[in-house]
């Protein structure tokens, strides 16, 4: 089982919709968990970090999160094409002192 | 600019060369990281130093692979004898101590390729 698991996409949704990209980690003792988005060609960037259950909103993002499900996730509103990019699961790992990342999403957002 | 810097952008050797890296992270940021990412997938973790002290190493990371810090500012990532496998974006990331763990700044990789 890999630490944290995303699906790989692509994920294509139309302008204006909501993407709704989702996550599972195995470490039941992580405590702090991200999003990063990585344009093709770039490093990752960080635009959300969320540390306790529930909802966090940033502009028209919104980050979820349910330790007891081990399920995070990241909504966009009103997608713009330029939203579309790699969005990359992160999560630090106490027991490995380390930030794990998944193999990320694909997010396509088209006219 | 104040952002993460890394050095060269790209690199291109032949298998069995030494290549390293430089990376300068953003001046007050004491946490230092070193991650390797190929296409498709995402960034995986190679080592981490706080200051001038190397506090993490993947057991992923052969003994082909080594990483300083050694004033607690700059860092170099070395790969002696390269082979094909090791062509990756290796990308630094710097955060602050007294930061959330896990809030990275990253720099713009050094993209190495083995022939």
């Known amino acids: 089982q890999k630490e944290v698991e995303q699906n790989s996409g692509p994920l294509s949704v139309p302008e204006g919709a909501i993407a709704s990209l989702n996550c599972t980690y195995s470490?039941?003792?992580?405590?702090?968990f991200f999003w990063y988005r990585q344009y093709s060609g770039k490093s990752p960037e960080l635009i959300m970090s969320i540390y306790s259950n529930g909802d966090k909103e940033d502009g028209r993002f919104t980050a979820q999160l349910n330790k007891a499900s081990q399920y995070v996730s990241l909504l966009i509103r009103d997608s713009q094409p330029s939203d579309s990019a790699t969005y990359l699961c992160a999560v630090f790992s106490g027991g490995y002192n380390k930030l794990i990342f998944g193999a990320g999403t694909r997010l396509a957002v088209h006219p | 600019d104040t952002g993460v810097s890394q050095d060269p952008r790209h690199k291109i050797t032949k298998r069995g060369q030494n290549v390293t890296f430089r990376c300068d992270p953003i001046s007050e940021h004491n946490r230092l990281y070193w991650y390797r990412q190929t296409l498709g997938q995402g960034p995986e973790f190679l080592t981490y130093f706080q200051n001038e002290a190397q506090l993490e190493k993947s057991r992923l990371l052969s003994d082909r692979f080594s990483a300083e810090r050694p004033k607690g500012s700059f860092s170099t990532l070395e790969i002696q004898r390269t082979e094909q496998g090791d062509s990756a974006m290796y990308l630094c990331?710097?955060?602050?101590?007294?930061?959330?763990?896990?809030?990275?700044?990253f720099g713009e990789g050094s993209r190495l390729t083995v022939l």
């Open positions: 470490d039941r003792g992580s405590q702090s």
């Open positions: 990331a710097s955060s602050l101590e007294s930061g959330r763990t896990g809030e990275l700044f």
